[in-house]
């Protein structure tokens, strides 16, 4: 009926809105892992939470992840699940950008792989949806058995959801635009026009018109004007500067670790004490409890969608800086975390604010933001090498922050410049 698409003309104007729902229009694990698990043993938890990053990672598929995760819900009441559910905050803007909708004439799906179907009609009665697709439990007694089935939990399954609706409807592609964050939605991307990521994993990041990340209401304006997506100037939040200036901060280890002529084992141990009491605040921060200093920070730094859910990135942040000191030589280490924390910081910063052309290979990324990190990335490493070495492994670690790759660029630009710096005479 339909085929693959991509927006032609500045006279589209789509008539469906489709949105996945974790991830895009409440927090993605913050409903079964932290608070479904809540009635599980530590045991228990602990299994959904080695499962969900199998999943995460590729080693597993959407439904056995599923299935795993469901049947470790045996024997709980499905109105102890729903008001669990009930707790979970919608991403803010949601509320706001459905009422917009609404009321400019779109009709609006909501599809989800993960929430039960009752569940899934609840949210779409609150946000005034027209079409609401998930999962099928099996309940005996007002209880879960563990068991799943539903389309939209194999591996095309949302796709044939959206096209049931489609045929609904009487729409074609030309007509569909799907707001999205994962790869389990790359199927629907044949059934739409216009593909929106909204704070992407890599796949999505590579395969979206365009992305959003932080400001739901971004979304809105993308759906009116679809042209938009070539880039425009936006305004750099405090939220952005606040979380940029603690990644530029991390210029300070090595500049500290060199003047003090600290050991660099010595440095990413007290760095791991640091991280270590992070883990444990954003945990607790998860169960409602607040600690001063970190969760505020925390509540002040993440963007939007995280702030509902256990923050990792701070983690990749502070391993990628331990690797980098307990893997190379210190002056190459130094150079490497320089590349790191100011040329993603400032590539960031200015290609929010001023970056309107986007690399093809990643919607996310801007060519002007990554030009002016590179020169930050090379001006800081020219401290701890000389400035041909700190060029190149410039040049190499804000290439690497363009790349939509699986692994956090906090990982890999400081571990891929660090091994270059190293192969240079």
């Known amino acids: 009926?339909?085929?693959?698409?991509?927006?032609?003309?500045?006279?589209?104007?789509?008539?469906?809105?489709?949105?996945?729902?974790?991830?895009?229009?409440?927090?993605?694990?913050?409903?079964?892992?932290?608070e479904a698990s809540r009635r599980l043993s530590f045991v228990n938890f602990f299994k959904m939470l080695l499962i969900g990053l199998l999943y995460e990672a590729g080693l597993m598929s959407l439904e056995a992840t599923l299935r795993k995760i469901y049947g470790?819900?045996?024997?709980?009441?499905?109105?102890?699940?729903?008001?669990l559910y009930r707790k979970i905050p919608l991403i803010l803007g949601?509320?706001?950008?459905?009422?917009?909708?609404?009321?400019?004439?779109?009709?609006?799906a909501i599809i989800s792989s993960g929430l039960p179907q009752p569940f899934v009609e609840h949210l779409a009665n609150e946000l005034g949806a027209d079409h609401a697709v998930g999962l099928n439990i099996d309940v005996i007694n007002g209880c879960l058995t563990g068991q799943i089935s539903g389309d939209v939990i194999k591996p095309n399954g949302k796709a044939l959801a959206l096209e049931k609706i489609l045929e609904k409807e009487e729409l074609t592609a030309q007509e569909c635009a799907l707001v999205a964050d994962d790869r389990?939605?790359?199927?629907?991307?044949?059934?739409?026009t216009l593909k929106i990521g909204y704070n992407p994993d890599f796949m999505l990041t590579a395969k979206s018109d365009v992305v959003v990340k932080g400001d739901f209401g971004e979304v809105l304006s993308l759906i009116n004007e679809p042209t938009t997506f070539k880039g425009e100037m936006k305004a750099v939040s405090k939220r952005d500067i606040i979380r940029e200036t603690i990644h530029i901060g991390g210029f300070l280890v090595p500049v500290v670790s060199m003047y003090l002529a600290l050991n660099p084992f010595l440095v990413a141990f007290l760095i791991f004490l640091v991280t270590s009491f992070?883990?444990?605040?954003?945990?607790?921060?998860?169960?409602?409890?607040n600690f001063p200093v970190t969760s505020t920070i925390t509540w002040n730094a993440a963007i939007l969608p995280e702030i509902y859910e256990f923050v990792t990135s701070p983690i990749f942040f502070a391993?990628?800086?331990?690797?980098?000191?307990?893997?190379?030589?210190?002056?190459?280490?130094?150079?490497?975390?320089?590349?790191?924390?100011?040329?993603?910081?400032?590539?960031?910063?200015?290609g929010k604010k001023f970056g309107r052309h986007a690399f093809p290979y990643n919607k996310g990324k801007k060519i002007e933001g990554s030009i002016v990190g590179l020169l930050f990335a090379w001006f800081g490493a020219s401290f701890f090498v000389n400035p041909w070495a700190s060029l190149v492994g410039a040049v190499v670690g804000m290439f690497v922050e363009t790349l939509p790759l699986p692994l956090s660029d906090n990982l890999t630009i400081p571990l891929i410049s660090g091994l270059t710096l190293l192969t240079l005479p």
């Open 72 to 83: 470790q819900l045996y024997g709980l009441s499905v109105e102890d699940l729903f008001q």
């Open 1 to 34: 009926m339909v085929g693959k698409t991509t927006v032609q003309s500045s006279h589209f104007r789509p008539r469906l809105i489709v949105f996945d729902v974790e991830g895009v229009l409440i927090p993605k694990n913050r409903y079964l892992l932290f």
């Open 319 to 350: 391993v990628g800086i331990m690797l980098a000191l307990v893997i190379f030589p210190a002056s190459v280490a130094y150079a490497s975390i320089a590349i790191f924390t100011l040329g993603d910081s400032f590539a960031t910063l200015f």
């Open 94 to 108: 949601v509320g706001e950008v459905f009422r917009k909708l609404k009321k400019e004439g779109y009709k609006t």
């Open 184 to 192: 389990n939605n790359l199927p629907m991307f044949k059934l739409c």
């Open 278 to 289: 992070y883990v444990i605040s954003e945990l607790a921060r998860m169960l409602g409890y």
